[in-house]
């Protein structure tokens, strides 16, 4: 069975720190590039930060580069995403999502969510 299970939301005060973890089992790990995503009451899904398969290169919305800093142990099927300098608006939802590539077919699970609150 495919599972992502994030953990580590919570509430903190503006300008506090989180580090939110994805542990990931039921599939092959390393084969997959693993995103974070948020959703915002009233607002769609967008996505914050990513990070390959193949080289573990990661990229970051505008909105928290250089606040954010994403890492996987692929060792431990586990991904972590710190998050500095935490302002109201990064108050949503964060999802973990893995994203695969089979022969033009696209993969993708989704963890249930954990609610991140800071407030001002």
């Known amino acids: 069975e495919v599972q992502l299970v994030e953990s580590g939301g919570g509430l903190v005060q503006a300008g506090g720190s989180l580090r939110l973890s994805c542990a990931a089992s039921g599939f092959t790990f390393d084969d997959y590039a693993i995103g974070w995503f948020r959703q915002a009451p009233g607002k769609e899904r967008e996505g914050v930060s990513c990070?390959?398969?193949?080289?573990?290169?990661?990229n970051y919305a505008d909105s928290v580069k250089g606040r954010f800093t994403l890492a996987r142990d692929n060792a431990k099927n586990m991904v972590y995403l710190q998050m500095n300098s935490l302002k109201p608006e990064d108050t949503a939802v964060y999802y973990c999502?893995?994203?695969?590539?089979?022969?033009?077919?696209?993969?993708?699970?989704w963890g249930q969510g954990t609610q991140v609150t800071v407030s001002s």
């Open positions: 990070i390959s398969s193949s080289d573990g290169s990661t």
């Open positions: 999502n893995a994203h695969t590539i089979v022969i033009l077919t696209p993969f993708d699970y």
